[in-house]
């Protein structure tokens, strides 16, 4: 096996992986500035495609709403 060379490490190997008082980008209550989001946990096709999203929502109504990823 090769040997590889690498530099000293740039974190303590013992430090947090999240870092107290960074925002995250999933807090709740964003809906309003995420689009395709809704504020009961659901989600259309404006949240996975901005390209014609109506296309790509459900043809009826008593069909499920399944964004493609």
């Known amino acids: 096996?090769?040997?590889?060379?690498?530099?000293?490490?740039d974190v303590a190997i013992d430090a947090s992986a999240h870092t107290p008082g960074v925002p995250q980008g999933n807090a709740?209550?964003?809906?309003?500035?995420?689009?395709?989001?809704?504020?009961?946990?659901?989600?259309?096709?404006?949240?996975?495609?901005?390209?014609?999203?109506?296309?790509?929502?459900p043809v009826l109504p008593e069909m499920p709403n399944i964004p493609p990823p």
Not at 1 to 9: D, L, Q, W
Not at 28 to 56: C, L, M, N, Q
């Open 1 to 9: 096996m090769a040997k590889i060379r690498v530099g000293r490490p």
């Open 28 to 57: 709740k209550g964003a809906y309003e500035r995420e689009a395709g989001h809704h504020p009961d946990g659901k989600a259309d096709a404006r949240r996975s495609t901005g390209i014609v999203p109506e296309r790509h929502n």
